[in-house]
């Protein structure tokens, strides 16, 4: 006789990743549906009996097991439960994710709750999702100072290298012009003729050195508008900023990235997501909604509204971010044969098999302790 339950509610939240795996039998750890020469559900593949139970009436996988007087009983051969098919209509299972994976409704919507929450651009934050900017998670204030005063030192230790290098510019001209004079008197005998070429090679000495305090000057002017430059990144950099890689390398060249945390992808948001307080957070937007007006109040008004709805059903915002994905019972997804011997599947079980193939492929590089470059890129797809 068929169960039914009676409700008048249905209520739809974001699930947290333990409750995903509440409500999953075991982890899918292989793409594969089935078996094209036995039909059988292959083992921790997308059909698996072990988690989602057997495909016939009180009959395990291997056979050890059969009719209803074994009823509960897992099998030690094959780990299958004996129990009634039709659990495959309810019975989930689950994919461990290698990386955080943001959900498209929650930074691709309007409006993009991740966006006004984070109080990142839309633009910034794909930026950072799709691995092209760095996103700053912490940062030391008192490392900051010091950054700043190494900076300063930096800058002026730069400008005595170039008053160095023009004292010894000079030295070096001046040192060749004598030679020459030396070589010149040495060589033309005539006393005006020596005189006309001896006042040839100083002009040319002096232009050469107008030269070098001419370069001296434009290398000075560019130091300063390199290291203002460096000073003013550093100084507005602080949680939620979001740096191109230009940036960041600008920062690394010149000794100036230890004093923060940076990070990219899915990753970070969520690294920066678990670090805000957000009850914190709620108090300061409702005093924004009420000492402003314009532009501000309304962007205040809209964050309060998903932070209080979250609140409310009890979300942490984190969940936004998927680690665990839960896999549908699989009579919801079935596959089945044709006439000749083909088989048609659910498209789900593509997408599926998609998304495992690439978490083993990203699992393997990782392990083998692959290249960062080489990981984003995996990341990415």
Known sequence: MTKLTDFSTLQIKLASPEVIKSW??????????????????????????????????????????????????????????????????????????????????????????????????????????????????????????????????????????????????????????????????????????????????????????????????????????????????????HPHTVLSEEEYLKLLDYNAGDFMTVGMGAEAILALIKKIDFEKLTVQYREDVQNYSGQRQIKAIKCLRILESFHKVGIDPAWMITTVLPVIPPDLRPMVQLSGGHFASSDINDLYRRVINRNNRLKHLMNLGAPEIILRNEKRM
């Open 24 to 237: 999953s039998h075991g982890e899918i750890l292989k793409p594969e549906t089935i078996n094209y020469r036995t039909l059988k559900p292959e083992k921790d593949g997308l059909f698996c009996e072990r988690i989602f139970g057997p495909t016939k009436d009180w009959e395990c996988y291997c056979g050890k097991y059969k009719r209803i007087r074994y009823r509960g009983i897992i099998c030690d051969k094959c780990g299958v439960e004996v129990t009634q098919s039709r659990v495959r209509r309810e019975r989930m299972g689950h994919i461990n994710l290698a990386c955080p994976v943001a959900h498209i409704w929650f930074f691709k919507g309007a409006p993009s709750h991740l966006s006004l929450i984070l109080n990142i651009s839309p633009r910034n934050l794909a930026g950072v999702i799709y691995f092209a900017k760095y996103l700053v998670i912490e940062v030391d204030k008192d490392l900051k100072k010091s950054t700043l005063a190494n900076l300063d030192r930096q800058f002026t230790d730069k400008i005595k290298e170039l008053d160095n290098q023009l004292k010894l510019d000079i030295k070096t001209a001046e040192t060749a012009q004598t030679q020459t004079v030396k070589d010149i008197k040495a060589k033309i005998k005539a006393k005006e003729q020596a005189e006309m070429a001896v006042n040839e090679a100083s002009l040319k000495t002096k232009r050469a050195l107008a030269s070098f305090r001419e370069i001296l000057v434009n290398e000075k002017e560019t130091a300063k508008e390199i290291f203002a430059t460096v000073k003013d990144l550093v100084k507005r950099v």
